[in-house]
């Protein structure tokens, strides 16, 4: 085992470049590429703020046993070639100085059998990682790791054990390979920030996953379709993030248990489950915001704080529930309908109530924005094989009529934010409710009157049908809700 300081300045590490390798810092050049059994520094001798360190391809990659990268070293690290590797065989520490890795390159692969791994990351960032070795392997992430800089990045755990101890960002994160690992997510944050592609896939094992208390945040811009390939295992909360980002979709393929659904979208979003499987989440709240820019309107005429008629906008509603919510400024109203007023030619609502869901009633000048609450569609992927969602989610979170906003049991997001959700493809999917007092009643959007169940009962509810009446669309196609008297 020896030790090599890079003095070459700009230069390329090569299998065949000795001349930008010394035994001690600043020392003469000329001495042997590192090997798996060498440790490697780049410091203050290693060069300015301008260099740039290029790893070629080939051969398998560079190699080393520990890596560090000195405060005193302000440069570059780069790739060339098909996938430039650097091997790491030991520890791995880097510094805030410089740049490790601005792009996808150079890959880096931990690959020591048997031993710990730790790896500092002091806030760089890196392109691709792989974490290789045997089932004793440990890799330990001691701060927070980021992967994330190109559209190539992606983190895979082959064997060993994977332990967190800071934020974990991620383009992407797999599985690979038969031999045993042990991925823990720790007490952790995983922000997850993949656009249209599988974003993450733990179905290669064997595998032992322990959710601990893991946030995993799946953030997103307009139009990411993302897939989330569960492995089937249980997970503690699972985000679905973006505050941007109209439409698209999520799509949990595998079956999983879920402590926690949430989500702090503020545009349209569907959320797929594969059919066939079955989802247990203890809570889902996964709900509506009002700052959905697509679906807002001008308030026409200035109202004040008492004004429960007369009030019109310039435009139809599009995206509207028949009867919901609206939002202008700080203040939320219920109304029952909307229509054309020929008379003054706008379109009013009326049934107004000022002032629900914890708001305060204001005056609201002409021109002011109206926002809807905008709306999550659930759906299963195969039809008719539906998706079994088994939650303890509280009463109300799954009721979409005129009242949903008046359930105000404790823990219902849904009601406190005043959400509204599309149930028009709810006829895919199986809710069945495990805690007594649990009534998650499901309908389509617009209709004035749904279903309500207690515990005990199965009844089948709204289905397609967009129809006023009570029992409308039941059966066939219905939802069930079930309490199984399992607490």
């Not at 890196?126 to 790791?145: I, T």
């Not at 079955?278 to 005429?301: F, H, K, M, R, V």
Request: aromatic share 14%; with cysteine; glycine share 14%.
């Amino acid at each position: 085992m020896a030790d090599r300081y890079w003095v070459g300045g700009t230069n390329s590490w090569s299998a065949a470049n000795t001349g930008s390798w010394s035994d001690t810092s600043g020392g003469t050049g000329g001495f042997s590429v590192p090997t798996a059994s060498d440790n490697v520094f780049f410091d203050v001798n290693s060069g300015d703020s301008n260099t740039v360190i290029t790893v070629t391809s080939g051969g398998g990659g560079r190699s080393c046993l520990n890596f560090t990268w000195d405060y005193g070293f302000a440069g570059t690290m780069s790739g060339s070639g098909g996938a430039p590797t650097i091997n790491v065989y030991g520890n791995m520490e880097l510094s805030g100085n410089g740049a490790f890795a601005p792009e996808a390159f150079p890959v880096v692969i931990f690959r020591g059998n048997g031993i710990t791994h730790t790896i500092i990351s002091n806030t760089q960032s890196f392109g691709r990682v792989f974490f290789f070795g045997d089932a004793d392997s440990r890799f330990e992430l001691l701060d927070d790791f980021q992967c994330y800089d190109s559209s190539a990045s992606t983190v895979v755990l082959d064997a060993g054990t994977l332990q967190p101890y800071g934020a974990v960002t991620v383009r992407k994160f797999s599985t690979s390979g038969s031999a045993a690992k042990v991925l823990n997510l720790g007490n952790v944050g995983w922000n997850i920030t993949g656009g249209s592609e599988v974003v993450w896939d733990v179905r290669t094992g064997p595998l032992q996953l322990n959710k601990e208390t893991a946030d995993i945040y799946l953030s997103s811009n307009a139009g990411v379709n993302r897939t989330f390939y569960t492995g089937g295992y249980d997970y503690n909360r699972i985000a679905i993030g973006g505050q941007g980002g109209a439409y698209g979709y999520t799509y949990f393929a595998g079956g999983a248990s879920f402590t926690e659904l949430y989500g702090d979208k503020e545009a349209p979003t569907t959320v797929f489950f594969e059919g066939g499987q079955t989802y247990n989440i203890d809570l889902i709240s996964l709900t509506g915001y009002y700052n959905n820019q697509e679906w807002s309107l001008s308030l026409a005429n200035a109202i004040d704080a008492t004004q429960t008629g007369g009030i019109y906008a310039y435009y139809e509603p599009t995206n509207y529930p028949g009867d919901s919510l609206i939002k202008i400024d700080n203040e939320v109203m219920s109304y029952s309908t909307y229509e054309y007023n020929p008379v003054v030619g706008l379109y009013e609502y009326s049934g107004i109530v000022r002032g629900v869901n914890g708001t305060s009633a204001e005056s609201h000048d002409a021109n002011s924005l109206i926002y809807t609450p905008y709306f999550i569609t659930y759906d299963s992927t195969d039809h008719p094989a539906r998706a079994t969602i088994i939650t303890k989610t509280p009463s109300g979170i799954f009721y979409g009529g005129s009242n949903s906003y008046e359930v105000q049991t404790s823990g219902v997001v849904l009601s406190s934010l005043g959400g509204s959700l599309d149930y028009n493809f709810y006829q895919y999917i199986n809710f069945i409710a495990t805690k007594s007092g649990v009534m998650p009643t499901v309908g389509a959007s617009g209709v004035s009157n749904q279903i309500r169940t207690t515990p005990g009962n199965a009844v089948g509810v709204m289905g397609r049908t967009y129809s006023p009446a009570v029992g409308g669309g039941v059966g066939g196609n219905g939802v069930i809700d079930l309490y199984t008297g399992v607490d």
